[in-house]
């Protein structure tokens, strides 16, 4: 079953993280995509900074355009990727190991995908 994995964090909690170890994250983090490269349907992508969203919303006179996020939570999706394992379990047990979760402020949203549009069909 296909599960997208959406990287979180708190950008102040980021901030406060010194570059010595930010890099030392990042060269675990490469690693993990190496060695469980055989689970991802689509590796994602890393996103840009939360300063450069823009989000289009619902307005009673029309769609408006707005700086910023969508969300006014303190966390924000700085990634997503997409993994291919046989349940629940094993999407955890493999989001366990992302080595960012050893920084502050940092968490892994699992959602399943949709895979069967068949549902939606009348």
């Known amino acids: ?16 993280v010194p570059p010595e170890r930010a890099q030392e994250v990042y060269a675990q983090i490469y690693q993990w995509f190496q060695d469980n490269r ?5 590796s994602g992508a890393e996103l840009m900074p939360i300063s450069t969203a823009t989000t289009v919303k619902h307005s009673d006179g029309g769609p408006v355009v707005v700086d910023g996020p969508f969300s ?6 700085g990634g997503f990727s997409v993994i291919d394992v046989p349940d629940l379990d094993a999407a955890i047990e493999l989001t366990k190991t992302w080595p960012s979760l050893a920084l502050p402020g940092v968490a892994v949203e699992i959602r399943p995908m949709v895979e069967d549009y068949s549902q939606f069909e009348q």
């Open 72 to 77: 006014e939570a303190k966390e924000v999706v």
């Open 1 to 16: 079953m296909k599960y997208v994995l959406m990287f979180t964090s708190v950008p102040e909690f980021d901030d406060a």
């Open 38 to 42: 055989d689970k991802f349907a689509d």
